[in-house]
Structure formats: C-alpha cells, structure tokens
C-alpha cells in the first residue's frame, strides 16, 4: 500500500483535476469533473463526487474510504493493490474491470455489476453483495466473500473452482452447475445447493 503521504488536505473544496498522486485527501469535496487515466498512491477519505463516470480509469495503491458512489460507472477500470472499504456502491457498473490484490470491505454493494471482469487474489470482507452480477468471471489465485451476503446474486457462466463461499450467506443464487466443481462450501450452504439443483435426498 502507498507509503506516508506527501501531504493530507483536508476540508477543501477541489476540481478533481487537482488531484495529486501521494496525497491524502480527507472530507474534500470534488465538484468538477477530470479525464485523468490513472491515480497512484492516495486516499479518499469521507470525500464527496460530482463525478460518477470512472470509467476506464486506472487506481494503483489507492485508498478509498466512506464515499456515497451508487450506480457509478467504473466500466473496464483496473486497480491494483487497493482497499475500499465502507462505501456505498449500490448498482455500481464494474463490467469488464481488472483487480489484482485489492479488496472490499464493509461495503453496501446490492445489484452490483462485475460482469465479464478479472478478479486476481481478490476479497470482498463483510459486504452486502445480493442481487449482484458475477457472470462470466476470469480468476486466479484466491477468491474469497467471508462474512458477505450473497442471497440471489448471479456467477452463471463463472467457473467456480477455488471459490470460498462457507463463511458468507446466500439463500439462493444462479450458478452453472457444469462449472461449480471446486467450489467451497459449508453444510448448510451443501443443502441449498442440492435444492437448487434439483436433486433429491431421501
């Protein structure tokens, strides 16, 4: 993760443009928007955003923390080592996105979008991700969703081989029977899916 900041700013009132790589930038208001490809090493920390539209954006070693993004478009964004955590990302877009060693945590996440995406030694801590979309999904290495809702989301078409989902909850949820071999479950999570699949245990 990045390393002390060069500087924290704090209470200000900034065009995202301004933002810098190396800073912390804490309870700030952004009200204009950017076309900057990239952000390195920083931290959004209870911070506000006009913009909603991130799109094809790059994060690397970036922080973000408490900020209200619902239905935001991060549409083929890449982020590498980074932490989100305590946000509201409800109906937020990740089609298409790559993450390598990032994680979510805390995070209100219903009807989320991860479609088609690559998660690389990914985490999802504590998150409300039901109803969300997990189609399609390339992984490697460690996938997990402790402590996570999952109830109705969907990983058709995902292979689910090395997926942890004992820790999380689900009541239902749409998987490929054909791709779930692998896949790490509790007992009573066993059941649910014995029910969904139709199978009968006499």
């Not at 993760?1 to 065009?15: A, D, F, G, R, Y």
């Not at 408490?66 to 982020?79: E, M, P, R, T, V």
């Not at 509201?88 to 995070?107: I, V």
Request: with cysteine.
């Amino acid at each position: 993760m990045m390393n002390e900041p060069i500087e924290t700013v704090k209470n200000k009132t900034l065009k995202l443009s301004q933002v810098e790589d190396g800073f912390y930038y804490d309870h700030c208001q952004f009200n204009s928007y950017s076309d900057a490809s990239n952000y390195s090493d920083i931290v959004f920390d209870h911070c506000n955003f006009e913009q909603t539209d991130f799109s094809n954006i790059s994060f690397g070693n970036v922080e973000w923390h408490h900020s209200q993004l619902a239905g935001s478009n991060f549409y083929k964004s890449n982020w590498y080592n980074c932490k989100i955590s305590s946000m509201q990302l409800s109906g937020a877009d990740f089609n298409n996105s790559y993450f390598k060693n990032s994680s979510f945590n805390e995070c209100k996440m219903p009807s989320v979008n991860f479609t088609e995406s690559r998660f690389e030694n990914m985490k999802f801590l504590n998150c409300d991700l039901s109803g969300g979309f997990f189609q399609a999904l390339q992984v490697k290495k460690d996938i997990s969703f402790a402590d996570s809702n999952l109830t109705e989301t969907d990983f058709s078409e995902t292979k689910l081989k090395g997926f942890d989902f004992k820790d999380s909850q689900f009541e239902t949820m749409i998987i490929s029977h054909e791709l779930a071999r692998g896949l790490i479950v509790n007992q009573y999570q066993a059941a649910i899916l014995i029910g969904m699949f139709g199978i009968i245990v006499e």
